[in-house]
Every structure is written in C-alpha cells, then in structure tokens.
C-alpha cells in the first residue's frame, strides 16, 4: 500500500503564498506521476497540477499557470506545490495523488491511483 500525507495549508489572504507538500511513504517502486487536485464546497474535485516522478513532464490547470509552480523531491518521497499570489477561488481542499500511468502526468482523476487526506486552503479577501 502506498500512503500519501498532505501539509501546509491554512487561512491567508489575498496575493499571500502557501507551500503544501506532500509526502509518499509504502509501496511508492510504482509511482510515475504525483498530481494536485482540489475541491471547493459543492464543486466537484478539479485537477491543479502534475509532475512526472522521473522525467521533467509538469502539467497545470489554466486558472494557475503562472502563480503556481509543482516540485518535487525524489530523496525524500516528498512533492510540493508552491503557490503564489493566491485568490480567493483558490480556496479549497487540496489533494495530492499518486498514480502508476505511464503515459505523462495525467490530468484526470480516475487516472490516479492513491490519495492523500486532503489539507485545507483558504483564501480571504
């Protein structure tokens, strides 16, 4: 089994910046991908950013491009997601995955194979 444990969210404001990092631990031989989704009340779970575990394939949704950047750290199972001049409709509950497609970092939910516990953002005016 793989575990996937998210972190680094919280309250901020408008255009503050957050750091979330998400650590993988178990049986992560298989891991590809690691992605970032998130789900706001009453909206259904929207993919936010990718990253291909071995090669330097990264995917964003349009609404971050440019404020949000994904990283990761092969040492310490760990990757990240820097985010930057956050908004308001950023906020949400933030999800990192795990998945063994080969094919690209996918940006589809049902592509991906493990999930954190999702950690809290939330962003004021």
């Known amino acids: 089994q793989v575990q996937l444990v998210e972190s680094g969210g919280g309250l901020v404001q408008a255009g503050d910046s957050l750091r979330l990092s998400c650590a993988a631990s178990g049986r992560t031989s298989s891991r590809n991908s690691m992605g970032w989704f998130r789900q706001a009340p009453g909206k259904e779970r929207e993919f936010v950013a990718a990253?291909?575990?071995?090669?330097?394939?990264?995917k964003y949704v349009d609404s971050v491009k440019g404020r949000f950047g994904i990283s990761r750290d092969n040492a310490k199972n760990t990757v990240y997601l820097q985010m930057n001049n956050l908004k308001p409709e950023d906020t949400a509950v933030y999800y990192c995955?795990?998945?063994?497609?080969?094919?690209?970092?996918?940006?589809?939910?049902?592509?991906?194979?493990?999930w954190g516990q999702g950690t809290q953002v939330t962003v004021s005016s």
């Open positions: 990253i291909s575990w071995s090669g330097p394939g990264t």
């Open positions: 995955a795990m998945t063994s497609f080969a094919l690209g970092p996918p940006t589809s939910a049902a592509r991906y194979d493990y």
